[in-house]
């Protein structure tokens, strides 16, 4: 049985966040294990409050699983803390886990913060290097770069700028374009994009939950390509059967 890690924050809503990465596990065929980073207060129509899991803790969860069941996957979500990201780039490099993903968390759909001032540069500097993959979306890839995306030419760009920071591949998720989506995937000589008619509507955790899937496929042994092409269409059969529970947006059936 394959085996995937995820390293991020708790959503009580189940939207986001580890569980909604344990569900997009189960969901692709493979073993869901976790590390919980930090803890939030929100529902559908935001987050109401954040606290941060100190990082001692957050490596004796690493360190106590990893010497018990070793992952064939990583993928990081909401690490807040500068002292967080650096424990999980201790760990990663300690243990050579591979298949590393990370979804740079910072900020939700609502607006709210989710990482401490410092962080985005530890980020960059810390695990971009160790990651197979990253996956902004066009918000978190703007924060990171610079650039103001608004077409795939900009998202093009943008790639290009974070490819230099380490990562093996970079994958952009824009779903938060105007009239279409596209998952750009660029490996620092081609780019491959990933179309497909958006669907209207606020949906809660598509970031997190297409990095969790893509997470899964690489350790199913899927190349990148394949891994994304099957990610991209898993969130959006998700966002089509999603469900209406709360007052504010609506949470994906995975």
Not at 162 to 174: F, S
């Amino acid at each position: 049985m394959k085996k995937a890690l995820t390293i991020a924050g708790s959503d009580p809503t189940g939207g986001a966040g580890i569980q909604a990465d344990l569900k997009a596990f189960h969901a692709c065929g493979v073993y869901g294990l976790s590390v919980v980073s930090a803890l939030t207060a929100q529902n559908t129509t935001g987050v109401s409050s954040s606290e941060p899991v100190r990082n001692d803790f957050i490596k004796k969860q690493l360190d106590t699983l990893i010497s018990d069941i070793r992952p064939d996957a990583v993928k990081t979500g909401m690490l807040y803390s500068v002292d967080a990201i650096l424990a999980v780039a201790e760990s990663v490099q300690g243990y050579e886990l591979e298949n590393l993903v990370i979804d740079p968390v910072t900020v939700s759909s609502s607006g709210t913060v989710l990482i401490e001032n410092g962080g985005l540069d530890v980020l960059k500097d810390k695990l971009f290097p160790l990651a197979r993959v990253i996956t902004p979306n066009i918000y978190e890839a703007t924060a990171l770069t610079g650039v103001r995306i608004d077409s795939p030419s900009e998202m093009e760009k943008a790639a290009g700028i974070l490819k230099q920071m380490g990562p093996e591949i970079v994958i952009i998720t824009g779903g938060h374009l105007d009239h279409e989506t596209i998952d750009l995937v660029y490996d620092g000589t081609s780019f491959h994009r990933i179309s497909g008619k958006k669907v209207p509507g606020e949906h809660h955790g598509t970031g997190c939950t297409f990095s969790a899937a893509l997470t899964a496929y690489l350790a199913l042994g899927n190349t990148i390509v394949h891994a994304a092409e099957k990610a991209h269409a898993f969130v959006l059969e998700a966002i089509r059967h999603a469900y209406a529970l709360g007052k504010g947006m609506k949470l994906l059936k995975i």
